[in-house]
């Protein structure tokens, strides 16, 4: 059974840093994305970063682009989020989330292309 399980949220100040992570057990194919996505208090969940092992692609939301770095453990399968210069904005549950092979681009920061979700961590800045 697959499951993920984030850490490493908290408060912060506007401008500040924050390392989120994701432990992964129990998912055992090799080629697959991981990704990071959030959702602030009452709007949708949205994609904010995606890491595919098949073609060692990243991607970022406009948003966060120069901002935010996903990066994996390739020992641990571990996934990161480096959080830096952060805003008030930025303020929400972050979730990582896990599916195995490719994705088409158009598909990479949508919830329903991915099949295993963890718990989530909270993150708020304040100004």
């Known amino acids: 059974q697959v499951h993920l399980v984030e850490s490493g949220g908290g408060s912060v100040q506007a401008g500040g840093s924050l390392t989120l992570s994701c432990e992964v057990s129990?998912?055992?194919?090799?080629?697959?994305?991981m990704a990071w996505f959030r959702q602030a208090h009452g709007k949708a969940r949205e994609g904010v970063a995606v890491?595919?092992?098949?073609?060692?692609?990243?991607y970022y939301v406009d948003s966060v682009k120069g901002r935010f770095t996903i990066s994996q453990d390739n020992n641990s399968r571990t996934l990161y989020l480096l959080m830096s210069s952060l805003k008030v904005e930025d303020s929400a549950m972050y979730y990582c989330a896990e599916r195995g092979g490719l994705l088409p681009y158009n598909m990479i920061f949508l919830e329903e292309s991915y099949n295993y979700w963890g718990q989530g961590t909270q993150v708020t800045v304040s100004p």
């Open positions: 890491f595919c092992t098949g073609n060692q692609m990243r």
């Open positions: 129990g998912f055992t194919n090799s080629n697959y994305c």
